[in-house]
């Protein structure tokens, strides 16, 4: 099995930072995109930042400039760097990763059971 586990989640102010990180264990040939995303009481999940596995990043246009996404191949493992925080980014954090488990297999989508970050004003 693979498993995607978040941590980092936590209560701070607004003006204040967290580091997310989400570490892709198990059975993982190779994990290729991995992403962050987020859903706020009431609304839909939606993406905060992708990184493929090369590096390429992209990130929603509501986090630029404050967010930073990364990963570290070696250790199946990706972080979100989250500065200048805001109370609209309360939100339960959820980890992606696109991974193969073998290297005849197609790849498949997982997901971690999701963080939470709590910005207070």
């Known amino acids: 099995q693979v498993h995607v586990v978040e941590s980092g989640g936590g209560l701070v102010q607004a003006g204040g930072s967290l580091r997310l990180s989400c570490a892709v264990s198990g059975s993982a040939f190779r994990t290729n995109d991995m992403a962050w995303y987020r859903q706020a009481p009431g609304k839909q999940r939606e993406l905060v930042a992708g990184i493929n596995s090369e590096g390429r990043t992209n990130c929603a246009d509501s986090v630029k400039g404050r967010f930073t996404i990364s990963r570290d191949n070696a250790k199946n493992t990706v972080y979100l760097q989250m500065d200048a925080l805001k109370p609209e980014d309360t939100a339960v954090y959820y980890c992606?990763?696109?991974?193969?488990?073998?290297?005849?297999?197609?790849?498949?989508?997982?997901w971690g059971q999701g963080t939470q970050v709590t910005v207070s004003s």
């Open positions: 992606y990763a696109r991974v193969r488990t073998s290297p005849l297999t197609a790849s498949r989508d997982y």
